[in-house]
């Protein structure tokens, strides 16, 4: 009898993706929370072929458990969870899902700026503890987004989207750094290209969307903070590790920046003691940038078709390690 291919759903895959991968492997499903010390687990882990999935620690460790493994493909476009090269060294590919999440991202990034900017969570809660009595006034005031200057760092395939949006919707004067200059942002939307300094200096928004790289991570600290105006507003939907969490606490309480906007943290889900999360003028999002039913049913879709293709021994359309392909 033909035995099927053992696969690992590590939370989370959505329906009718999960049912058809069923279908075709022979698929267990483990959560994050209780994976890792469970022995069925483990077993499962050793005869793994593939693992499909969000956050799953591609690293030796967990590596040196799941001898059969060939591919983890991941349901998100960033891959920080993976050790590339480790996994090029052991004959595994890995994948993610660029593209598909693009517009759905900017656009939370919008809203998070413009939510930080007019403080509506914060308002939202005035209305409905009954706290409107009459007209707002000064103390309850945001600020314009329009027309101002928005520093993206990090013009890759979201920044950009989220430079169209703020430069043809909202009038937005585009600063960006990345590390190389982007001539097509500069040509549709007017951006111009700065180091880190001068962008953190001159911007009254600030949009991080780099990848969690070693060169990334911590690179918005104590010193990047005090670069900023003090009218700043910080907005975070990269991966937490890109921003010393301690300096940007520093940097709110000690009025360095105005106000911060944050869909990632540095621990997911984000300790409720965290101090960034008692802070009015902190807006906290539970890392949803790709999380509408459209996008992540693409996101799901798109995994299972790369999973799909390496376990069927073609290449993946979105494999992250390349030079895998090559030795083989
Ligand atoms: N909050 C959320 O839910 C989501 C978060 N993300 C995060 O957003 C990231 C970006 O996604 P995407 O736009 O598709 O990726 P891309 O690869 O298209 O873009 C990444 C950009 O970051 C730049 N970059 C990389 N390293 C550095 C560096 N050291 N200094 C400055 N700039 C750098 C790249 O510059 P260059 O082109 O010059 O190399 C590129 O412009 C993901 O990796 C993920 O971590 C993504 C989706 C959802
Ligand atoms: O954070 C989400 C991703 O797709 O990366």
Known sequence: MHMKKKVIVYDRIEEPVLSALQEEFDVRIFKERDAHDNPEFLSFLQETEGVIGLGFPGQSDILDKAPNLKIISNVSVGYNNLDTEELTKRNIMGTNTPDVLTDTVADMAMGLMLSTARRMPELDQYVKQGKWKEAVTTELFGVDVHHKKLGIIGMGRIGKAIAQRAHLGFNMDILYHS??????????????????????????????????????????????????????????????????????????????????????????????????????????????????????????????????AGLNGEKPGNLVNPEVWKKE
């Open 179 to 308: 590390r190389t200059p982007k001539p097509d942002a500069e040509e549709r939307f007017n951006a111009t290209y700065m180091n880190l300094e001068s962008l953190l200096r001159n911007s009254d928004y600030i949009c991080l969307i780099t990848p969690l790289t070693d060169e990334t991570r911590g690179m918005i600290g104590k010193k990047e903070f005090q670069l900023m105006k003090r009218s700043a507003i910080f907005i975070n939907v990269s991966r937490g590790s890109t921003v010393v969490e301690a300096d940007l606490i520093e940097a709110l309480k000690n009025k360095e920046i105005a106000a911060a906007g944050l869909d990632v943290y540095v621990q997911e889900p984000v300790n409720p003691d965290n101090e960034l999360l008692k802070m009015k003028n902190v807006v906290t999002l539970p890392h949803i940038g790709s999380a509408t039913a459209e996008t992540e049913h693409k996101m799901a879709a798109l995994a299972a078709e790369n999973l799909r």
